[in-house]
């Protein structure tokens, strides 16, 4: 079994729809989640970053994470066409070293 | 202006030949790091560098070596190149100075291995 499992998709909306990828985890250690954006042929780029449980946002992405059933999602509103990317989540147990753990991706096409 | 690239972009080697990956940063950061990416299998880590004289294995390191030539010069290479090593791969740079600690990656090398 896989540390952190992620859906590959892809996963197709129309433009505007609300966008929820998700990912799980089995190793209670992790502490810090990411979310890191992947466009085609290119490296994968910091989205939102988290410490612990709660929820995050930043303008139309919103993270949550949710420690007691080892589930993160990010949200997105109001999808863009430009917002098709493989989406990324990453986990870490601490902050000094960040070895990072990272799910397979999920494939978001937003159709105009 | 990239802040970490990576060279070649593109390279298609036979088995058996060595080849050597660079990657090079302007961020300034001290760690750098090498990922390479499979579809399915997600990123894993090659090896890493804390600074010049700290290298230290990943998860996956065998078949791989690293010299870190400094502090913004970070090669990856393969000994012998195997058709399972072709994948995509990145280098990425960190820092912690902030607390929160980023990794920063490059563009990516495709290497195919017949």
């Known amino acids: 079994q896989k540390e952190v499992e992620q859906d590959p998709g892809p996963l197709s909306v129309p433009e505007g729809a609300i966008v929820s990828l998700n990912c799980t985890y089995s190793n209670s250690a992790f502490q810090y989640f990411m979310w890191y954006r992947q466009y085609s042929r290119k490296g994968p780029e910091l989205l939102m970053y988290t410490y612990s449980s709660g929820n995050k946002e930043d303008g139309r992405f919103t993270a949550q994470v949710d420690k007691s059933s080892k589930y993160i999602s990010l949200f997105i509103r109001d999808s863009q066409p430009s917002d098709s990317a493989t989406y990324l989540c990453?986990?870490?147990?601490?902050?000094?070293?960040?070895?990072?753990?990272f799910g397979t991706g999920t494939r978001l096409l937003v159709s105009p | 202006d990239a802040d970490v690239t990576q060279t070649p972009r593109n390279r298609i080697t036979k088995t058996g030949k060595r080849i050597m990956l660079e990657c090079s940063q302007t961020k300034g950061h001290d760690r750098m790091y090498w990922y390479r990416q499979d579809p399915g299998l997600g990123l894993q880590l090659i090896y890493y560098s804390f600074d010049v004289k700290d290298i230290n294995k990943g998860e996956i390191s065998d078949g791989y070596s690293v010299s870190r030539q400094a502090q913004a010069k970070f090669s990856l290479s393969l000994e012998s190149a195997i058709p399972n090593q072709t994948a995509l791969y990145f280098c990425a740079t960190s820092d912690r100075a902030r607390g929160q600690e980023t990794q920063y990656f490059g563009p990516g090398t495709r290497l195919l291995v017949l």
């Open positions: 990453a986990m870490s147990e601490n902050t000094g070293f960040q070895k990072l753990v």
